[in-house]
Nanobody, 126 residues
């Protein structure tokens, strides 16, 4: 399984950015979960959002609810993280991850995921 995250960059507070994560080499089972995490310098990896690939259910960490949206393009095997109204505290390296053995209560646990992409830097600064 390979995950390739892209789309990061330097933006100003209030701006928007859309990250992509291309997924390949895996199976699209009903239990496939694609997760987004982020890690700021000196901090632990933090859960951002998750998507059930088959059912399209989406889940969000409280601080990004209403600002971030997870979606997927089945034809492109790609999951997206659309980020609006970005804040300086959103600055981090963003990672996508996949797993097929998660239960709902583990979606926010990075150790529950089996495969990870390489990360893409998002910097929000004026």
């Amino acid at each position: 399984v390979q995950l390739q995250a892209s789309g990061g960059g330097l933006v100003q507070p209030g701006d928007s950015l859309k990250l992509s994560c291309a997924f390949s080499g895996g199976t699209f089972s009903s239990r496939l979960i694609l997760g987004w995490f982020r890690q700021a310098p000196g901090k632990d990896r933090e859960y951002v959002a998750a998507l059930n690939w088959r059912a399209r259910y989406t889940y969000y960490e409280d601080s990004v609810k209403g600002r971030f949206t997870v979606s997927r393009d089945n034809a492109k095997n790609t999951v997206y993280l659309e980020m609006n109204n970005l804040k300086p505290e959103d600055t981090a390296v963003y990672f996508c991850a996949s797993g097929s053995r998660l239960i709902l209560s583990s979606y926010s646990n990075p150790q529950a995921y089996d495969f990870w992409g390489q990360g893409t830097q998002v910097t929000v600064s004026s």
